[in-house]
T-cell receptor
Framework: DAGVTQSPTHLIKTRGQQVTLRCSPK?????VSWYQQALGQGPQFIFQ???????QRGNFPDRFSGHQFPNYSSELNVNALLLGDSALYLC??????????FGQGTRLTVV | GEDVEQSLFLSVREGDSSVINCTYT??????LYWYKQEPGAGLQLLTY?????DMKQDQRLTVLLNKKDKHLSLRIADTQTGDSAIYFC????????????FGAGTQVVVTP
């Protein structure tokens, strides 16, 4: 049974560019959340999708947007990249509010 | 400041028990989680406990929850070198439905 899978694993982008990160949830999970983890810190919640709608949002600017597809997979889009957006981006899936499982993350470097 | 707090570092000898502590502030917590993160990797779900439970045991792991003091602990029995990692506790609450609030993480170093 595959867990949460994310792609790509690593990405290097130039300041001002746009990036799309992808996530497939664990089988049986219907809710997808995205987190940003800066070096040496705990993950910070970006937003959560359930039934293809953004259900909750953390304290992140509108440059961060997302989408959930009918098969529960999800994308995170970041526009107008800043150097400070360099981080590990983690996707988490859950069955509503239970058993929150994380993927291996996408390491984004903005240069 | 952080709603979830953890000590930053723990050193333990191989074979001993490790105890990692966490305090949280929100009395409406529903689930409390423990995750393990190795260098360059994502978060591995170790265990989680529903807020109406006092204890949960899973092989070498024991979670204790004191709701009155808002204190959560993770005990790892017979600690091995492969247990060296950063451990995060996290909580979700009734009004945040699966949105996790994390502590800063506890780095556990296991020495031979």
């Amino acid at each position: 049974d595959a867990g949460v899978t994310q792609s790509p694993t690593h990405l290097i982008k130039t300041r001002g560019q746009q990036v799309t990160l992808r996530c497939s949830p664990k089988s049986g999970h219907d809710t997808v959340s995205w987190y940003q983890q800066a070096l040496g810190q705990g993950p910070q919640f970006i937003f959560q999708y359930y039934e293809e709608e953004e259900r909750q949002r953390g304290n992140f600017p509108d440059r961060f947007s997302g989408h959930q597809f009918p098969n529960y997979s999800s994308e995170l889009n970041v526009n107008a990249l800043l150097l400070g957006d360099s981080a590990l981006y983690l996707c988490a899936s859950s069955l509503q509010d239970r058993e929150v499982s994380f993927g291996q993350g996408t390491r984004l470097t903005v240069v | 400041g952080e709603d979830v707090e953890q000590s930053l570092f723990l050193s333990v000898r191989e074979g001993d028990s490790s105890v990692i502590n966490c305090t949280y502030t929100d009395s409406s917590s529903t689930y409390l989680y423990w995750y393990k993160q190795e260098p360059g990797a994502g978060l591995q779900l170790l265990t989680y406990i529903f807020s109406n439970m006092d204890m949960k045991q899973d092989q070498r792991l024991t979670v204790l929850l004191n709701k009155k003091d808002k204190h959560l602990s993770l005990r790892i029995a017979d600690t091995q070198t492969g247990d060296s990692a950063i451990y995060f506790c996290a909580e979700s609450t009734t009004d945040s439905w699966g949105k996790l609030q994390f502590g800063a993480g506890t780095q556990v170093v296991v020495t031979p």
